[in-house]
């Protein structure tokens, strides 16, 4: 009995603990992109970078977090986590660059890491019976909470200024996180091997290891799956104010459509990662990219901030897919053993590559071309139906027995 309740206890930590990251990195950015950019001086490529430093931090130490969780345990690493983050964002509203911004999206993309990936395991050890809809529960406070607070964070800039708004947010980080990432644990009664085998399942018979799964050709598509559509996805966060406000929407309605993609890419994580234990993680990966890529192409060429608010939240909604269903995917081709590990690994893609080809790349697009958004958004669509064919070339380990 007392097993069960810890179980809902640890899940529920989790999504608080999780709620800030996914805030900062998905809404703050995109609200504070035309203050920097007035600010400092500088251009949509500048800006665009930010993303590129959270995803080099994430790719470099979700990979670390992976191997250090079962050695540090996962509530010391979310604490970690939580406390970079609160202070990372009280910093960030006392820089005299973007350079230092650059420090903030460095520190924020790492704390990001420390809480992600032992929040994400320890669902996924807690209810091995439904890795998909623990996923999708996790990723959707990941995500939603972003859509919960740009409004807030729109607000907070406009009648506090960016010093006083930052200190606040630094404070409820610490306030609020803090506790929370205390009750983020493994399951006691058994040994970490044998928590995440399920009765009647071949997934821990299955199990690869670290090197075997290198070499295995569903790695490499997630992995460039990852670098694809992990790049159509994020760059939305930037893109979506400065597409408005090119459209001479004010920054309030401008950020409805960054609303719009953040409420689809938390919601879709929960409903993804349920649909995805019934009809499979490829089918609604692909689904997903197809739709997306679509809403990309489509984008440029309508008019009225209703049909746009609507494209953005499709391509929110595969960015979540992207998110949720992985995690599970990746139980499915190489097992739970080595899971943290793998899935570091995967998300190098999503560190290394993703921001380079994605937010950096666009930015510098739409200055050497003077805001040519046709040209961006067809080149991320394009992205996003390359993502639609490799995840369906991706086989889970049950389906070669």
């Known amino acids: 009995m007392v097993d069960r309740l810890k179980g809902p206890v640890v899940l529920a930590a989790g999504c608080v603990a999780i709620f800030w990251p996914g805030a900062l990195i998905f809404g703050f950015p995109g609200v504070m992109s035309q203050h ?7 251009g949509r490529a500048e800006v665009g970078q930010i993303l590129f430093y959270v995803l080099a931090a994430v790719g470099i130490f979700m990979f670390l977090v992976g191997r250090w969780q079962e050695r540090i345990g996962p509530s010391s690493l979310t604490v970690i986590g939580t406390v970079l983050c609160g202070t990372g964002i009280i910093m960030v509203g006392h820089a005299s660059g973007i ?6 999206a460095f520190i924020t993309g790492v704390s990001s890491a420390f809480v992600y990936l032992p929040v994400l395991s320890a669902g996924q050890r807690w209810y091995p019976h439904r890795r998909g809809l623990i996923s999708g529960v996790v990723n959707m406070f990941f995500g939603l909470s ?15 200024g960016h010093t006083s708004m930052t200190l606040t947010l630094g404070e409820l980080v610490l306030i609020i996180g803090l506790p929370a990432a205390v009750f983020v644990r493994f399951p006691e009664r058994l040994a970490p091997s044998e928590t995440v085998r399920a009765p009647q399942s071949s997934y821990a018979q299955a ?50 459509m960054l609303t719009a993609f953040n409420i689809t890419n938390g919601l879709s994580r929960l409903v993804s990662g349920y649909l995805s234990d019934i009809i499979g993680r490829n089918k609604t990966m692909s689904l997903a990219f197809l739709l997306a890529g679509g809403a990309y192409v489509l984008l440029p060429h309508l008019e009225g901030i209703v049909r746009w608010a609507t494209l953005t939240a499709i391509i929110g909604f595969a960015f979540g897919t992207l998110f949720a269903v992985s995690a599970p995917l990746v139980a499915d081709c190489f097992g739970m053993d080595h899971f943290g590990t ?9 560190g290394f590559v993703s921001g380079i080809i994605g937010p950096w790349l666009c930015g510098h697009l739409l200055d050497i071309t003077r805001g040519n958004f046709t040209l961006v958004f067809s080149y991320l669509g394009s992205l996003m139906l390359i993502s639609a064919i490799l995840v369906k070339m991706i086989t889970p380990r049950s389906e070669c027995s």
Do not use: C, D
């Open 36 to 42: 920097w950019q007035h600010a400092f001086q500088v």
């Open 99 to 104: 350079k230092i911004v650059y420090v903030w």
């Open 146 to 160: 972003a859509a919960i607070m740009v409004p807030t964070f729109s607000r907070l800039l406009n009648h506090e």
């Open 207 to 256: 199990s690869l290891s670290v090197k075997q799964s290198l070499r295995t050709r569903s790695y490499w598509f997630l992995w460039f799956t990852w670098a694809f559509a992990g790049a159509a996805g994020i760059s939305m966060v930037t893109l979506s104010p400065a597409f408005g406000i090119s459209k001479n929407l004010p920054i309030g309605q401008a950020v409805l």
């Open 342 to 350: 793998i899935f570091g690994l995967v998300f190098t893609a999503y």
